[in-house]
């Protein structure tokens, strides 16, 4: 079946680049996303990629998707304190569906 | 701007009580969902609800739980007798039609205590 893996923890300085990195096994999924969770919060989707794109840049936000090696990555640049937060990496199981599969989520810790 | 609600946020009950979770998704949307995540666990997709029918289902969901849309805003999801293992954070969400990039828009969740 569908899984999607990511690293548990990453720590940065605050203004410095975060990179989060996903491996998913599904080949057919359509979209990918981001989505972060703050404490005690709902998810919120950052960014989303479809398949047919190889990078997708949102302000701070960099998606990059190499679907050859299944490998996702969200890039944030200038890190701040405020982008402390899990992220989780989704991909669809089905488009028509439209149910998601999630990874475990890494969280993220901005040191100032 | 237009959010996923859900009540309670948070429920304790007794095992094998009954349980109903409530949500209220985006009003002009028409996919519905309930994901749960078990404490430093992934999120797991429990069932999705499309035009008045389960349209897909997990393992998770089995016999035990129900999905309505009794009134055309409300979307339950009823969990006839809890076990200790449904502790968890249940979310809802909500995603528009055809065409759309599959988007799910969540609620912030139900945080149900099972003792």
């Known amino acids: 079946g569908e899984d999607v893996e990511q690293s548990l923890f990453l720590s940065v300085r605050e203004g410095d680049s975060s990179v989060i990195n996903c491996t998913y096994t599904?080949?057919?999924?359509?979209?990918l996303y981001w989505y972060k969770q703050e404490p005690g919060a709902g998810l919120q989707l950052l960014t989303y990629?479809?398949?047919?794109?190889d990078m997708k840049q949102d302000q701070r936000l960099t998606v990059l998707l190499n679907k050859k090696d299944k490998h996702l990555s969200l890039r944030i640049a200038d890190t701040q304190t405020g982008d402390s937060a899990i992220y989780f990496c989704?991909?669809?199981?089905?488009?028509?569906?439209?149910?998601?599969?999630f990874g475990s989520g890494t969280r993220l810790q901005v040191q100032p | 701007e237009p959010e996923v609600t859900q009540t309670p946020s948070h429920q304790v009950t007794q095992m094998g009580q009954e349980v109903i979770l409530r949500c209220v998704p985006i009003?002009?949307?028409?996919?519905f969902y309930w994901y749960r995540q078990i404490l430093g666990q992934k999120v797991e997709f429990l069932v999705s609800?499309?035009?008045?029918?389960?349209?897909?289902k997990s393992e998770i969901f089995d016999d035990q739980f129900s999905v309505e849309r009794p009134d055309g805003s409300n979307f339950t999801l009823k969990i006839r007798s809890t076990k200790l293992e449904d502790s968890a954070m249940y979310f809802c969400?909500?995603?528009?039609?055809?065409?759309?990039?599959?988007?799910?828009?969540f609620g912030e969740g139900s945080r149900l205590t099972v003792l």
């Open positions: 990629i479809f398949s047919n794109m």
């Open positions: 989704a991909e669809d199981m089905d488009t028509g569906r439209r149910a998601l599969t």
């Open positions: 609800f499309y035009n008045n029918e389960i349209s897909e």
């Open positions: 969400a909500s995603s528009p039609g055809t065409g759309s990039t599959g988007e799910l828009f």
């Open positions: 599904d080949s057919s999924s359509t979209y």
């Open positions: 009003s002009n949307h028409l996919y």
